[in-house]
């Protein structure tokens, strides 16, 4: 007996692969066998992940995705599954943030910030879904999955990032319909709430004097790697997650538990 991370056979959608989780995320379901379809506005970049992951044995395409755009998002999905095949697995792992107090936030701040994590993440997964819902009416027996990922700032307020908080509390409460609304289709959908995490995106903040100081704070004073969530993404992602559906699962060192 054991956790199935054989994705031989499976497609695997991943938006904002061009760095950070979604490079890993991207790595490590090639790594279990899916053939992955890296999605980002970043192409050069994705192709460089591609090389890397051909390299490894693996398998990826490149789809040029603005999340932002409901016309890129519907041509992305269609030339995924025209290169790769019908999509099994979607990591909707987009994301931005900004800075400032609530009272500094200018309309532009705000819609740059909830275009890619909320109204971006719910048009990806929708024109997802509508194509993994068609396939269920034709074999019942399909099963899919959707994997949001929101945060921790989704669960409990941080400050000078209220707008990035409120973007993310939206995608916990979409997981959760998603899943009630398709669940009946074989689509299991969740969400997985990433700590501070140290990628190349933050790791000169970490090392600042301000980074260091946020460090002292966290629970065990250390922040996550990205390899962290490499357990949590293959079980979502695989065949023992058939009764995990609109689960919204921490993986922030007891953050939330403080």
Known sequence: MGIEVNFEGKIALVTGASSGLGARFAKVLAQAGAQVVLASRRTE????LRAEIEADG????????????????????????????PIDILVNNSGVSTTQR???????????????NLRGAFFVAQQTAKRMIARAKGDP????????????????????????CTSKAGVVQMTKAMAVEWGKYGINTNAICPGYIATEINEAYFASEQGQR??????????????????????LAGEDANFINGAIISADDGMTAM
């Open 102 to 116: 609530l009272v500094d936030v200018t309309p532009d701040d705000y819609d740059f910030v909830m275009d890619t």
């Open 45 to 48: 970049r994705l192709k460089e």
């Open 141 to 164: 027996t399909k099963k899919h999955r959707i994997i949001n990922i929101a945060s921790v700032a989704g669960l409990r307020v941080m400050p000078q990032i209220g707008v990035y």
């Open 58 to 85: 693996g398998a990826a395409h490149v789809v040029s995705l603005d999340v932002t755009d409901y016309a890129s998002i519907k041509s992305a999905i269609a030339h995924a599954e025209t290169e790769a095949g």
């Open 214 to 235: 946020l460090i002292e704070m966290l629970p065990r004073k250390r922040p996550g790697k990205p390899e962290d969530l490499d357990g949590l993404l293959l079980l």
